[in-house]
């Protein structure tokens, strides 16, 4: 024992175990060569130690010589090294996040401390590096000041992750419509609000009038908001909803529990509030002889079963142009959706002015490219384009409360490069009682444990 001691002790030995260790993270795992600049710093730690002789022995004869200087030095150290070692975890392993609305519910309620692995996709390096630690894009104690620059800017590059996004995974990332931001009304969603305005005023006057009452800036992509939903399809998948029922490739999604819709139940006579609560429902609306209800198939079944119930029926949405990509004449709904085919990385599209719509947002905003139209034809970068082919990998994302979620089927495909990272399991939720699918093999470890 004593001789491994002595060689974890020996200064080529711990010189040799820091570049390993820093070269197959900083180097190996992110790809900049430019990380190897590190390594003389390391030798010089272990080693030649330049940089204590000259320069940090006269900072350690100031503690011995002032008891005041080594407790602010002290504190400072150690505030400097907490910050670096969780900036270091936020950006490569994990990330704890609050579920703050209901729209993946049952499988994760409002109040929810998640926990989500970046390791599992990959992490991805931050667009802007330059960042108060800690907050996500506003300052503490402001409603508008940024609490990033954008005087770096990093490119896209995600590095290698256990395993690809699968089917039914649940996934936090930034919010593909989050590139534009109204200040003094930041949940609603620009683009909404731009047609809304659009459609009153007509289009110069609704943008003018737009501008005049908000004050509109945008985020890059690692300081949108963060969303979480279920990813429903992948790239090369075709997507399909019918009544509600989501169709992958021409098959029935895969069965997830607790998946909600929206139902109207007629009744003889009110329901009370303990039948309410007995039953789980969590959202409604309504007294008397009618309610607006948010309910599982299970549930549903046994509202049917009351003695004061008349009717129980899933409320379905008719065409609107509310869905994405928002045609001006109305389509499709939230509950009978596509086909649309889901983009993947390579793959080449047919552009014509049927299916324009569903592309244009990923060939301007999301791949970088000027789209224009005239006299009949399309225009990429100046040339004339009958067709497109994908930079990027795309998704679907859609919440277990179907008719109670901003997903997909309002703002469309979530890009490769908008991905954070897995939920893996909840680590402390408000209902004792829930239980989220991807936790079951902790609990068992945890069982295994006691």
């Known amino acids: ?75 400072v150290n150690a505030i400097i090294f907490a910050t670096v070692v969780a900036t270091l975890v936020h950006i490569f392993f994990f990330q704890m996040y609050v579920i703050p609305t209901s729209s993946m519910e049952r499988s994760l309620l409002v109040g929810d401390y998640l926990y989500v692995s970046k390791v599992t996709y990959g992490p991805q390096m931050p667009n802007t590096p330059l960042s108060f630690p800690f907050v996500h894009h506003t300052m503490p104690f402001s409603q508008t000041k940024k609490s990033f620059s954008e005087a770096i800017k990093w490119p896209y590059h995600r590095l290698k992750g256990l395993k690809p996004i699968r089917r039914n995974d649940v996934v936090v990332f930034n919010f593909p419509a989050g590139d534009t931001v109204l200040l003094e009304d930041p949940a609603s969603t620009y683009y909404d609000v731009v047609r809304d305005f659009e459609r009153s005023f007509g289009k110069e006057e609704g943008r003018k009038r737009l501008n005049q009452e908000y004050t509109i800036i945008s985020r890059p992509v690692d300081k949108r908001e963060n969303y979480i939903k ?157 067709e497109y082919t994908f930079a990027m990998d795309y998704y679907w994302m859609m919440g277990d409360n179907r008719h109670n979620s901003a997903d997909s089927r309002f703002w469309g495909f979530v890009p490769e490069d908008h991905i954070v990272g897995k939920a893996s399991f909840v680590w402390l939720s408000l209902d004792a009682n829930k239980r989220f699918p991807a936790n079951i093999r902790w609990e068992r470890l945890f069982r295994k444990v006691k």
């Open 230 to 386: 279920r990813c429903i399809a992948i790239p090369g998948d075709s997507l399909e909803v019918r009544d509600g029922q989501a169709f992958i490739n021409g098959r029935p999604q895969e069965e997830v529990p607790g998946l909600q819709y929206s139902y109207v139940v007629q009744t003889s006579s009110p329901f009370t509030q303990y039948a309410i609560d007995n039953l789980g429902i969590r959202e409604y609306t309504g007294n008397g002889s009618g309610y607006f209800m948010t309910l599982t198939d299970e549930i549903a079944e046994k509202v049917k079963e009351l003695s004061n119930v008349i009717s129980v029926r899933r409320y379905i949405y008719t065409p609107n142009n509310g869905v994405f990509p928002q045609w001006d004449e109305a389509r499709w709904s939230q509950d009978n959706y596509g086909p649309i085919w889901i983009p993947q990385k390579g793959a080449t599209v047919q552009l014509t002015a049927e299916n324009l719509p569903l592309y244009r947002r990923i060939i301007e905003a999301y791949e970088g490219h000027k789209l224009e139209e005239r006299n009949g034809k399309i225009y990429i970068d100046g040339a004339e384009a009958t």
């Open 1 to 75: 024992m004593g001789k491994i001691r002595d060689l974890l002790r020996n200064k080529w030995v711990g010189f040799t175990l820091a570049a390993l260790l820093y070269t197959l993270w900083f180097v190996v795992w992110t790809g900049n060569l430019w990380m190897l600049l590190g390594l003389p710093v390391i030798f010089d730690l272990y080693i030649t130690k330049f940089f204590y002789r000259y320069v940090w022995s006269h900072n350690v004869n100031m503690c011995h010589r002032s008891k005041v200087y080594k407790t602010v030095y002290e504190w």
